[in-house]
């Protein structure tokens, strides 16, 4: 049974760091390339990040470009979602996502159940 | 690529046909295009992918269509359980991009 848990969430304050994990299980976790993906309160889904399975090539989307990073350690079967630069605008309920395939190119076959960042002073 | 959907409510009574509306901003060469399910306090599930493939466990009221820029779910009978936000996403180009979503109510 595949499962993927998020960690590491919680209320921070503006502009300090926060990494988040994500457990995953049940499946050949180095095949696959991981999402990140976020969703702010009442709002709707919006892609974060990817890592490829070879854990070299990683994007990003443009609004967290050069102050997120995502890494993945496939020895633990984690990904993380290293998060710097934090404001207002970041807080949301953060998923981690199983690809569909190595790529960045991929629909999602399952999500964690999410873990909140709550960015405030 | 944007992704526009509608309605943005859909409010129907069980048994009836819902049919939700995902508007691509370019057109699709293939169809890279998914729909998730998200009930209320829960992650998105995957419903469809590749436009009309049904993921594993979804019952058959559930059905995509649709290629080029013009993409639909349809649900032939809604059930109770049906209630939910429903997003359509494509991945074919990055990066990935969701629609807005709609949501499906009960009357």
């Known amino acids: 049974q595949v499962q993927l848990e998020e960690s590491g969430g919680g209320v921070v304050q503006p502009g300090r760091p926060l990494r988040l994990s994500c457990a995953a299980s049940?499946?050949?976790?180095?095949?696959?390339?991981m999402h990140w993906v976020r969703q702010a309160p009442g709002k709707g889904l919006e892609w974060l990040a990817v890592?490829?399975?070879?854990?070299?090539?990683?994007y990003y989307a443009d609004s967290v470009k050069g102050r997120f990073t995502i890494s993945r350690d496939d020895s633990k079967n984690t990904l993380y979602l290293q998060m710097n630069g934090l404001t207002a605008d970041d807080t949301a309920v953060y998923y981690c996502?199983?690809?569909?395939?190595?790529?960045?190119?991929?629909?999602?076959?399952?999500w964690g159940p999410g873990t909140l960042v709550t960015v405030s002073s | 690529i944007v992704l526009t959907q509608s309605p943005g409510t859909l409010s129907l009574s069980p048994g009836e046909r819902a049919t939700l509306s995902c508007r691509a901003s370019?057109?699709?060469?293939?169809?890279?295009l998914a729909w998730y399910q998200q009930k209320p306090g829960q992650a998105p599930t995957l419903l469809i992918y590749?436009?009309?493939s049904r993921a594993i466990g979804i019952p058959d009221r559930f059905s995509g269509s649709g290629s080029g820029t013009d993409f639909s779910l349809t649900i032939s009978g809604l059930e109770p359980e049906d209630i939910a936000v429903y997003f359509c996403?494509?991945?074919?180009?990055?990066?990935?991009?969701f629609g807005g979503g709609t949501k499906v109510e009960i009357k």
């Open positions: 996502a199983r690809g569909s395939s190595p790529y960045t190119s991929a629909y999602y076959y399952n």
């Open positions: 049940g499946f050949s976790f180095s095949s696959h390339g």
């Open positions: 890592i490829w399975h070879d854990g070299i090539n990683k």
């Open positions: 370019q057109s699709f060469s293939s169809n890279y």
């Open positions: 590749g436009a009309s």
């Open positions: 996403q494509q991945y074919l180009r990055s990066p990935p991009t």
